[in-house]
């Protein structure tokens, strides 16, 4: 009996990107002729982002370098490469492996010539149909299931234990960004929790305790702080359990895509043209971008705005277009 033909996908960082994989993952093992073992090569603070998919029989990860595991890599004898990351570290694997290939392309150059002169020539396509071109030799095909997100047993979150006086349904604000051009500020967010007819949790991580804590005291009993209280997984379950989702260009848009619930996404300096927007979200979700910028993207990463830092395009954005879907049923 011949054994599985043996994946290793690679896809380092962040949380998002990693998430926007999942499609590739379910391709190789329910589209690929015969069976398929899949492993996963990310850096160590993602890897539990991975280790909970059910596809996914192997996690590598590494702190720095890809030499922290290169030998254990090679014992594998890998069948295909699947390189979802394209950078220094990722060739490094492939040269030393020397197993057959596919990588996925950037576009870096179309993405420059659109932040630094308005030129769009990105694709109208988005990164995960481009992550699965890679699996083309495979004759592997788009399935319209979208992403998928597995929370780990044991990180489920009971809202009723995380927040006793909270009834019923919420909807959640994801507010961390690692960018600054992606990030919402206190009173813009203050005004989306005023206008809501739900409560509200806050979701963030660390850095974002001591803006989360001052909403829940402007807003008590309305408002409920879980900033710095979650894992990833954790706010995910969160997530899943929202009515709605507000979240930025951010990991959290994707894992609020892939738990099926409506995601009202609010754009900065970023832009959908780059190719990750939410990708088949639920019904009811909407894309919010600022109006007559016409100097954006500011950058490819969120972290700089031809606008400055005070009067940066997230800014510009009026909440009252984000409370009428709030509250739209």
């Not at 950037?106 to 769009?120: D, P, Q, R, T």
């Not at 710095?228 to 507000?246: F, R, Y």
Request: a neutral charge; proline letters at 5%.
């Amino acid at each position: 009996m011949s054994r599985p033909a043996k994946f290793l996908v690679i896809r380092f960082s962040s949380i998002g990107d990693i998430v926007l994989t999942t499609p590739v993952l379910r391709a190789i093992e329910e589209q690929m002729e015969g069976d398929s073992e899949i492993h996963f090569l990310t850096k160590k603070a993602y890897a539990p982002l991975v280790e909970s998919n059910p596809r996914v029989s192997k996690v590598y990860s590494i702190e720095k370098a890809t030499a922290e595991v290169m030998e254990e890599l090679k014992e594998e004898q890998y069948d295909y490469i699947i390189d979802l990351h394209r950078n220094i570290r990722s060739r490094m694997v492939k040269r030393s492996l020397k197993m057959i290939d596919f990588t996925f392309k950037k576009y870096n150059k179309e993405k420059w010539l659109l932040v630094n002169f308005g030129v769009n020539k990105m694709p109208d396509k988005h990164i995960v149909d481009r992550y699965l071109d890679t699996l083309k030799a495979f004759s592997v095909q788009a399935d319209d299931k979208g992403l998928e997100f597995y929370v780990p047993p044991g990180e489920e979150i009971n809202i009723q234990e995380l927040f006793p006086n909270l009834k019923g349904a919420f909807h959640a604000i994801a507010i961390g960004a690692a960018h600054i051009g992606k990030r919402m500020e206190e009173d813009f967010i203050a005004q989306l929790c005023e206008g809501s007819e739900l409560p509200v949790i806050i979701i963030g991580g660390p850095s974002d305790v001591e803006t989360s804590q001052s909403l829940e005291g402007q807003f008590p009993g309305k408002v409920f702080n879980a900033a710095g209280k979650l894992s990833v997984n954790g706010s995910a379950s969160v997530i899943a359990q929202a009515t709605k989702v507000v979240a930025g260009d951010t990991g959290m848009m994707h894992i609020a895509a892939a738990m099926n619930r409506p995601v009202i996404s609010v754009w900065g300096c970023t832009t959908p043209d780059f190719g990750m927007y939410p990708y088949k979200p639920a019904a009811g979700s909407v894309i919010i971008e600022p109006e007559g910028l016409n100097k954006r993207p500011c950058s490819k990463l969120g972290d700089r705005c031809k606008y400055g830092k005070e009067e940066r395009c997230i800014t510009q954005i009026d909440p009252a277009r984000i409370i009428s879907h709030l509250t739209r049923q």
